[in-house]
Every structure is written in C-alpha cells, then in structure tokens.
C-alpha cells in the first residue's frame, strides 16, 4: 500500500508548468523593491491564492537514492499564488519579504539522483518560501535538497533587493547574481543567451514564444527604473507587465511591493488591480488554512475574502487545473493529493 501511495504521489506532483510562457523582473527603485511577473497560457486558469503558516511539519513525496525524505519545519510563513493547490508554489513571498516566481525553461536538465532528498520545483519553491529570508541561504539549500526540476527556472529577490535567477542545465544547478545578474529580466530562454543577444540588439528569427523579445523589452524598461518614484512603482510595473504580456493569453499579472509585503494583481477575467497585506493574515500554525480564488470579482483590498475552502472546492480546483494542462488525474488520486498535503501539521 505504502509503494502504491508513493507511485501514485509521484504521478500526481508533477505539475505541467512547462507550458506556460513567463515573463517576470525585479527592480528597486527610491526605497522600493519589486518583483513582477506575468502568467501567460491561452487556456483559462483559475488557481487559488493560499496562506501558507509556519511551524508546520512538511515532508517531500519523493526519497533520495538512500530512501531518505526532505523533512522540513514551516520556518516563515507565506502567501502563493498556485494553478493547483497549497504547497505546488508557482509565485509567491514569506514574511522576510522574499519572493519567487517560477516559469518554463524549454531543455532543462536537472542533477542525478543522489544522496539528497529531491523535491519537485514547485514543491522546491514552497521549501525556499518556507526556509529561506536572503539570497545567500537560497544558494546554501543545495548542499541538503536536490532540485528534481527539469521544466522550471526562477526569478527570487530578497528583503534587501539582491536578486538571483536559478535555472537548470545538463544536470548542473546554474545560479546567476551579483555581476553575472546585472539584468534581472528573465522569460523562457537561458539567461546568459537572452543578456548576449540584449547586449547586442539582437533578436533571433526564430525566438519561440518571444522570449528574446519579451527580455529586450523588459531591459530596456529597467535601465530606465532609477529615476522612478515611490507614487510611479505600481503604475510603472504593471505598464510594463502588459507590454511584455502575451495577449490574449496572459492569465494573471503580479507586482510583488516586497518592502511594504504588499500583493498588486490583475488577471485576464478580472481587470480590475486588487491586493491585499502579508500583515493581514495570522501565519500561526494553527489557525485557519484560508484562500482565495484567484480570479474574484471583488474590488480594492481582498485580504478580508480570504476563507477555508471545503474539499469540494479544492477538488474542483485541482480538477480545472490539471484538466488546463490535458493532463487527466481521477478523484482518487486527487483526495490522495490532498490527504497528503493536510496530513502537514503544526510542528510542536
């Protein structure tokens, strides 16, 4: 039965994200430190924004080559924005003010089994959301926690505005910050190839979903960042989200204010910009496990909405979102999901 879970967990967290064609950037600006990102798929996406707590006792779905697991305690609790549901982390920012957002990188490759326990990318970015307050322990999780991602690359930035990008080649972990980050502009190609054909005004005849494109515009809108102030950010971002969106099939579009832990987003289904404060929520571990769709009709601050859904809605959620992808999960292997998931408790 315990082999029959495993196999089945297996199946169900891989989650298809490799079909979606991103864009995100991280800028500070007059005091302001931002993260904003764009979800671009052209089949609806609905997915919830979930309140993650702390001191919650967690445990990946798949063991090492030793058959150890990755067993972790919830250090900082979070907020993520999922297309399936709480700790699949497609974008999302903890208590520290750090933030990530994840996209598709065509050719990823990620290490060999080893002696690390691995966690999946999207469960490896709720583990980075759960752990982590700087860039410098970011790059510290690899020496305990193999990544076992080959469709994903990540755009994180810190409290303190340092950015890195993570992106997965030839079974090798490639990590780009400090000077080998002097844009922190990433979409659906490799870094360095993207920053090459920028340096030399170049964009490829054949750029699959315009991703060298996508970057030339989003760098040429940071160079200009510097002189912005604090009542221009939020304008300036989500101007530049929608000139670097893909219509009409950019799903949703976040601006991240990572010095006030303030969320801004607008989605395909709901123009309007709504938001709402990390320091609405209590992250106590024992407190309700609230979320919100993500594409509501309401307006201004949302922070009140946030509720404890019921299995029903989850499953439908979960239903939708992999139905997006044509990637098929019955009921049973979704309760499954979902038992695992709530079977995370408080730690103490």
Not at 119 to 131: E, K, P, R, S, T
Not at 158 to 172: A, F, H, P
Not at 217 to 230: C, P, Q, V, W
């Amino acid at each position: 039965m315990q082999h029959r879970i495993v196999i089945i967990l297996l199946l169900i967290f891989i989650i298809p994200v490799d079909s979606f064609s991103c864009s995100a950037f991280t800028y500070t600006t007059d005091g302001q430190i931002i993260l904003a990102a764009n979800a671009d798929w052209c089949e609806r996406v609905d997915g919830l924004i979930t309140i993650n707590k702390r001191d919650i006792l967690k445990r990946g779905d798949t063991p090492g080559i030793t058959g150890e697991y990755a067993i972790w305690n919830s250090k900082y609790g979070s907020i993520t924005f999922t297309y399936i549901c709480r700790e699949i982390a497609q974008y999302g920012m903890n208590e520290t003010g750090l933030t990530i957002s994840t996209m598709r990188l065509p050719g990823s490759k990620s290490p060999e089994p080893d002696k690390r326990p691995p966690l999946a990318g999207n469960v490896w970015a709720q583990y980075i959301l759960d752990n982590c307050s700087s860039i410098e322990e970011v790059l510290n999780v690899e020496s305990k926690i193999r990544l076992n991602n080959d469709k994903d690359q990540y755009l994180i930035c810190d409290g303190n505005g340092k950015s890195l990008v993570v992106q997965c080649k030839e079974g090798e972990v490639l990590y780009f910050y400090n000077e080998s980050l002097p844009i922190p502009v990433l979409t659906n190609e490799e870094y360095p190839i993207c920053l090459s054909n920028y340096k030399r005004n170049k964009i490829p005849l054949n750029d699959p979903d315009h991703s060298n494109r996508r970057f030339q515009i989003g760098s040429n809108a940071f160079e200009r960042t510097s002189g912005l102030k604090d009542n221009q950010v939020l304008d300036y971002s989500f101007d530049l989200l929608d000139k670097m969106a893909q219509h009409p099939c950019t799903q949703w579009s976040i601006v991240f204010d990572i010095k006030n832990r303030t969320v801004y987003y607008k989605t395909k289904y709901s123009q309007n910009i709504k938001n709402f404060k990390l320091g609405d929520f209590d992250f106590s571990c024992n407190t309700d496990k609230l979320a919100l769709d993500v594409n509501n009709d309401y307006n201004g601050n949302v922070g009140q909405y946030f509720t404890e859904y019921s299995r029903k809605h989850r499953l439908d959620v979960m239903r939708k979102g992999f139905n997006c992808f044509d990637m098929i999960r019955t009921d049973e292997q979704l309760n499954m999901m979902i038992d695992f998931i709530d079977g995370f408790q408080c730690a103490n």
